[in-house]
């Protein structure tokens, strides 16, 4: 059997509604155009015209908004202590890695692959050990494909 707390529901709707809302703002905003912008070359989008002081605080506030949102769904899931963020900053930074640096998608299938392999783990291995699990997983698939699953396709002119 599955069960499923009533709470928990309400997280990933919220984060559906949430991951949907940033995919818009970043791709279908003129906004999210000139956060990309500068995020992939801060000179030529300053030429083009766009305040890289309002963007990157822009940016900086939008994240603080969503890392906010977070710390609040995840309150009753983890109990909030002043040491909380450390393996929760490993397992977020896996699912990114994972995934692959600078690519929505990757990161959002890293961060699933993560908490089953973790839940898998945990279930028919033993508890204790999962964020081992977790950290051998990163080093084992960064060994094997370092760009992650989606790799941005990024190329540089010399």
């Keep these: 059997d599955i069960f499923l707390m009533p709470h928990v529901i309400w997280i990933l709707a919220i984060v559906a509604v949430l991951l949907i809302v940033l ?11 000139a956060m990309r912008a500068v995020a992939q070359n801060h000179t030529a989008a300053w030429l083009m015209g766009i305040r890289n002081d309002r963007m990157i605080a822009l940016t900086f506030c939008l994240s603080t908004a969503i890392a906010a949102v977070s710390g609040i769904l995840i309150t009753p899931i983890i109990p909030l202590t002043p040491d909380m963020g450390g393996m929760l900053s490993v ?61 941005a396709q990024i190329s540089e002119k010399v």
């Design 23 to 33: 995919q818009y703002i970043l791709r279908g905003t003129m906004v999210g155009t």
């Design 91 to 151: 397992k977020a930074m896996a699912a990114v890695l994972i995934g692959g640096l600078g690519s929505f998608s990757g990161t959002l299938i890293g961060g699933i692959a993560v908490g089953i392999a973790e839940t898998v783990f945990a279930t028919l291995v033993t508890p204790t050990y999962k964020d081992v699990f977790i950290f051998l997983v990163l080093v084992g698939f960064l060994l094997v494909r370092p760009g992650g699953i989606f790799r």
